[in-house]
């Protein structure tokens, strides 16, 4: 599906137990403002996330998109009885949308504040052309804990920021995974996200790194363009191909793979690729269905073993 | 030269000394599939690696080399008393190839099993260009000591693995160099391989990462292009131009130079230019012969240097 | 402003306060071979830098440009008391240039000697295009403490060194960062370098890595192309944009933007994303005031914030 003037949700999760992600909002047609209101909430465990409704927080957040050319208005509640903001990557903000404390940019405690966030396609100017906003991005806290908003990043307030150029194909299904700390979206091996699709479908990830640690995102029977889309712009595009890559705090990348494409179904990992990460939990399964939903074979057992074992090996 | 429709082996090393890397196997033809047996042993001081023969196991193990559309069967002896695998990077594999625990594919103590490693060229499917196979890739343990193969890893379970574009140019010469925890192939100063080569020899290297640590690759007085092949499509290429390249867990790339083009022959250091990693042994020498194969002007008080006093200066 | 034949030195620092980097060595022109005396020597506090004339050095030294094609001669005098030397990335040298021990090239304390650098087009050979010379680079010391230069890092001498390409575009501004241990500049927050431009200057940063930690570098509201110059060469490149970039030590990349494009005039931060790094220290604001030279409303508040509260929150 080529992504047209009208473009809606880009994704239906339609299997239960997609648990990676809350569903995206959907994206708004180019050159328009859209405004949302985002709430951050404390959650059972610790942690806190941002949701698109009273009490729908999540980590991490919702996936927001936008379309180069769009504006975002956000009305962030501050739920919580501690000083958070939203600071985004990739896109365009005044000072007072920064998200940051240099610039007294967030919310205090139960205090609701607008943040405008602006795109724009690539331009020229002066004879040189100038990036555009669409990219893989995110956004996250800026200001609880510290002035870089370091304890707000450990107990969840992050969330994939995608914007897309006219033409950008979309997604069947979508999963953000967060490399934070030593965790996965927080959650460690044999709690790591479970990311379920078709065989066949048009599968999108969204890899973010937070923290203190540095990490390489690995991805079994799976592999993309390392450019901006993770496509090919055609045959003898020279654009390395990649399984592995460096995902450390503050980057982010994405890329769409068609589920089990030459590989076929099954119980596929994605992990961290620094051995005592990867031992330690930062490990979890990419599970692609047959194209009819159905398990393929040895996929539970593997499930199981991954439930079950996923300890060193005495 | 340039790859024909009946490549052969790829390097024919003629120095003496030259220690790197094991002889490449010989790349099959586009579209065909090669089936070799692979050999897991034990080495003297610990180490374990692979071999294409009884008692032939090397660290880093053979460059394995595939065109783009070839199939390679590899047959897995694990002569070791312990678990292990063959886990690839870069190509197509079904799950029971996966080599990982979690697919119950790997080989128990004296067990034959088969991977089957299949590639492919950049294909168009519903509109966009998905990747090929060509890259840089590598191959390594995914299953003993840890479900991911940490102990594999540390004791020199791990290689090269190129796969070639139709058109690639082939190199008179190649080198695995293998970032392994805080070692180059498992070896540290003054014992890090010494790679030797003439001027004027178009020379290929593969960096590969492994364990626990994060390094960056420095090479002197030569650089590559940061892309699939390390060369420029045109002289207008805006592909960034690297002489020192993060090499981190998991990760591989790979580029050709002209042995001491522009700088001529000498004793060229190539090392991790994390300073407390190179101080303590991650860095060895690239000597660049004379086209004649002499030793160049200052070349071995340069080695005598490296294997007498390669320690910090006091 | 485009790179003419008789191309000169491309900055003017104007504002009051610029205090990032030293004024750059004016380009030669192509083809041409320039030569100018450095000087390495001791600063109040224990530092070390690279000058133009005796007395003149700065942490980090002046920035260095050459266009393709040229040669700089540098003569070194070492005004210290310990070894040390000069060594670049990205340009040609022969062995007698290479700055390291091990190719007994370094100035002995009170020692002056010639460093030759050359730099050439991208040039085409046996049917591939090999790389030239442009890139943002830098240059640092290999013998000071140890053979890496380890104590020469430390205390300061490195700088940028930047090759253009024919037809690249010249900034109207430029500014060296180097994150160097757990440093900018050597210095940490509030004493982080203040990097002052106008709204609408083209302006170039040169950010290079150091030592034994790995970072990320980050700016607020700006974002730059990962490619050689950080610009598009047309609207569709596929080039990924990015505002969070590793930076490792041995590492360096450089990119233009425009100040305040998008975004307005304001106090914007550029610190390293890991978030232990960022609250010790890593930080610092790059001020874009108005067209005029005035200070933008709430940037004045801001850098009161940054140089009286840039710790922990409480």
């Known amino acids: 599906m080529l992504a047209g003037a009208a473009a809606v949700g880009v994704t ?35 942690d806190i996330g941002y949701g698109l409704t009273p009490g729908g927080a999540t980590v991490p957040g919702p996936v927001l998109e936008m379309w180069e050319g769009d504006t975002l208005e956000i009305d962030l509640v501050n739920n919580t009885d501690k000083r958070l903001s939203i600071h985004p990557h990739g896109v365009d903000y005044s000072t007072d949308s920064d998200g940051s404390p240099l ?25 040189v052309w100038l990036p555009g906003s669409a990219g893989y991005w995110h956004y996250h806290d800026h200001a609880m804990g510290t002035d870089h908003g370091t304890q707000g990043l ?33 959650k460690m091996a044999p709690h790591a996200p479970l990311l379920e699709a078709r065989l066949g479908e048009r599968v999108e990830f969204i890899a973010i790194g937070h923290g203190d640690f540095f990490h390489t995102f690995h991805l079994h029977a799976h592999r993309w363009a390392d450019n901006r889309t993770g496509l090919l712009s055609g045959p003898n595009d020279p654009t390395p191909v990649v399984d592995n890559k460096d995902l450390n705090p503050g980057s982010s990348f994405g890329f769409q793979v068609v589920a089990g494409e030459g590989v076929g179904a099954g119980a596929w990992m994605y992990h961290c690729h ?7 939990g930062m ?31 005495h």
Chains 1, 2, 3 share one sequence.
């Open 12 to 46: 239906a999760p339609a299997l239960a137990g997609l648990t990676a992600a809350a569903a995206p909002v959907a994206a708004a047609q180019q050159g328009k403002t859209r405004r949302i209101t985002m709430y951050a909430e404390e959650l059972p465990g610790g």
């Open 103 to 127: 610039n007294d940019s967030f919310n205090e405690p139960g205090e609701r504040r607008r943040y405008v966030w602006r795109t724009r396609e690539p331009f020229r100017k002066d004879g």
């Open 154 to 186: 450990i107990r969840g307030l992050y969330g994939a920021l995608i914007v897309r150029r006219k033409g950008d194909v979309l997604p069947d299904r979508q999963f953000t995974v967060v490399f934070q700390g030593m965790t996965i979206n927080n």
């Open 274 to 280: 620094v051995q005592n990460h990867s031992d330690t």
């Open 283 to 313: 490990a979890g399964v990419f599970l692609v269905r047959n194209a009819d939903g159905s398990m393929p074979a040895g996929a539970q057992e593997a499930l199981d073993r991954y439930y079950g074992h996923n300890h060193p090996h």
